[in-house]
């Protein structure tokens, strides 16, 4: 009896083993917050993550490959597809590469315009990515004032392109259209509208205790390990570099631009979003500043620079009253203006290898029909010399890239994209481990990634 008794005792006081394991966490690609195309297998130790796999690919389109299809006007539309919230910029950016491929300078009026619209479209991707960010942390009423900001400037957009979002709007050697008569004026009203909002989410969001205790502190990256990374744009700024493609390789008409380039200190998800908040000041000072020394194309003048519509130099002709009308241009009924000679001339390269006639050309003389057919049919087109171009433009999310190869043939041979997300997406797992499962959602909106350009 005694024996059983000492034997239990025993057995009672052995400590027990407890195995603890982590939890696994699927993410997306269905979760609202990873916007449908992307999936992270987050670890877990509780709430806080310990490891994560991140996997990008849903949205792959075979952009690169498509291009080498058709001739080099018909990648642009497939640039609107890239980063679609911002689709001016890849356009421009893509246009620029071919451009050097070929060695054509565009004109100072080409120039501007591009400036211009390419700012429009950093202002509307980052109050796009502001705006999602905060709605996701619970603060609807900024989302709300923020993409009503993005339509009036959408509405800039569709007044310049004919579309708001798919625009197709550049060309190599220039535009599709130039800006429509006074844009300068309706501009500078939503700019100052758009600062309003600006004014007002600021006082929302930068000293929101809930919203300022969400973000500080969380997706921190140091300035080491994002250049390792390659990470460019707001990310990278938010570190402290202040790298901009527009500073450190001025296209276009940056380098007559005045401007800051913001940087952050602690490279987290506030100082990236106050990188954002000035970005989108120092654009409308681009914006203003290129309106202001837009340069002047050919007009439809008389000798006094007054505007002379046809029906008036054939009544003046006939009284003979012509002295001046001399080289003088006039404005044609609508049935005859075509795309405006004059106009087209101001915002397209003089470059027949790459460049479509005005249509009043190609419908009015041999020289105009031949330089549009040789530029249309098959086997024709733009035919770059042999040879290969890397450009690089300052998207929304940092730079841009486009590197295209030529054979000598009207299509090229092969185009490659550095879409400026796929290098941070790349350092994400990195960036989240040690955060806390909430972390997660303020992190990847300060990724700002859009699946057209992240998988192409």
């Known amino acids: ?3 059983v008794s000492t ?53 792959h389109r075979a952009f690169e490959k498509e291009s080498e299809r058709g001739p080099y006007n018909n990648v642009i539309p497939y640039t609107d597809r890239l980063n679609y919230v911002s689709p001016l910029i890849n356009n421009f950016g893509y246009c620029l590469a071919v451009e050097r491929l070929l060695g054509i300078e565009v004109t100072d009026r080409c120039k501007f315009i591009r400036t211009v619209m390419s700012e429009i479209s950093r202002i509307t991707d980052h109050l796009t990515c502001v705006g999602a960010s905060a709605m ?3 603060a609807f009423t900024v989302f709300l004032y923020l993409i009503k900001a993005r339509e009036w400037l959408w509405d800039l957009v569709e007044a310049v392109t ?8 550049g060309r190599v050697g220039g535009v599709k259209a130039d800006l429509p008569e006074g844009f300068a004026e309706r501009t500078k009203t939503v700019l100052e509208d758009v600062r309003g909002v600006l004014i007002e989410c600021d006082k929302l969001l930068t000293r929101n205790r809930i919203f300022v205790d969400r973000m500080q502190g969380t ?33 276009f008409a940056y380098d007559q631009m005045r401007f800051d380039v913001p940087t952050g200190e602690h490279g987290d998800n506030f100082d990236r979003y106050l990188v954002r908040m000035e970005e989108m000041e120092q654009s409308m000072r681009i914006i203003e500043q290129a309106l202001a020394q837009l340069p002047a194309g050919p007009l439809n003048v008389d000798y006094d620079g007054e505007i002379l519509p046809a029906d008036v130099m054939v009544d003046e002709a006939k009284m003979g009253r012509v002295a001046g009308f001399t080289q003088a241009h006039v404005r044609p009924d609508p049935t005859l203006w075509g795309s405006t000679r004059g106009y087209h001339e101001a915002v397209n390269a003089k470059e027949k290898r790459a460049v479509l006639p ?22 024709h087109g733009i035919r770059p010399p042999a040879g290969e171009y890397y450009s690089a433009v300052e998207g929304a999310n940092g730079e841009l890239g486009f590197y295209v190869v030529s054979d000598g043939s009207d299509r090229p041979y092969r185009v490659r994209v550095r879409p400026p997300c796929f290098t941070i997406m790349g350092a994400l797992h990195e960036i989240i481990v040690g955060d806390l499962l909430a972390d997660l959602i303020p992190t990847f909106g300060s990724v700002n990634m859009i699946g057209g350009e992240l998988d192409r």
């Open 162 to 169: 004919g579309a708001r979002l798919t625009i197709s709007y």
């Open 358 to 379: 005005a249509k009043e050309d190609t419908y009015g003389n041999i020289e105009g029909l031949m330089h549009h057919f040789k530029l249309i049919m098959v086997g």
């Open 1 to 3: 009896m005694t024996s």
């Open 7 to 59: 034997q239990h005792t025993a057995h009672s006081t052995q400590p027990k083993t407890t195995e603890t394991r982590n939890m696994f966490l699927n993410i997306g690609p269905s979760h609202p917050a990873m916007h449908g195309i992307i999936r992270i297998v987050a670890e877990l130790d509780g709430e806080r993550m310990v490891g994560a796999d991140v996997e990008i690919g849903y949205l």
């Open 219 to 251: 997706g921190v990256i140091s300035k080491e390990k994002a250049i390792n990374y390659s990470i460019t744009g707001p990310f990278l700024r938010g570190c402290g570099v202040a790298l901009d493609v527009r500073k450190a390789t001025p296209y």
């Open 136 to 138: 996701e942390l619970g």
